[in-house]
């Protein structure tokens, strides 16, 4: 599956922005979604992952409550909706697809469970 993160910008402390991810390939439906990001100097970090139906979700405590993942299967995207953006969260934005199968979506949240990683999309908030 092919991944193509896109919705980045520049944007100021307490704004919203929407990120989305459309895969093109293999069955989209049936893998779980994640969304990453990798702040300047840091490693990679796990930021939201949804199931293949979109009914289970799992986030970061750094983001609970103001970011929400979600996704369209019928047109193969899945959604980063962020809200009251903050300085720290400024990073380059992954997601990621995987076809591994785990009985609780809280299971995905390290990047080695994921097979397949979009090309990433920068997210600047200025304080």
């Known amino acids: 599956v092919q991944l193509q993160a896109s919705g980045g910008g520049l944007v100021q402390a307490g704004a919203s922005l929407r990120l989305s991810c459309a895969a093109s390939?293999?069955?989209?439906?049936?893998?779980?979604m994640g969304w990453f990001r990798q702040a300047p100097g840091k490693e990679r970090e796990f930021v939201a992952a949804?199931?293949?139906?979109?009914?289970?979700?799992y986030y970061a405590d750094s983001v609970k409550g103001r970011y929400t993942i979600s996704r369209d299967n019928a047109k193969m995207t899945v959604y980063l909706q962020m809200n009251s953006l903050k300085p720290e969260g400024t990073a380059v934005y992954y997601c990621?697809?995987?076809?591994?199968?785990?009985?609780?979506?809280?299971?995905?949240?390290?990047?080695?469970?994921?097979?397949?990683w979009g090309q990433g999309t920068l997210v600047t908030v200025s304080s």
């Open positions: 949804i199931s293949w139906s979109g009914g289970s979700t």
């Open positions: 390939g293999r069955i989209f439906s049936r893998f779980v």
């Open positions: 990621a697809a995987t076809g591994r199968t785990y009985s609780s979506v809280n299971y995905y949240d390290h990047d080695d469970e994921y097979n397949y």
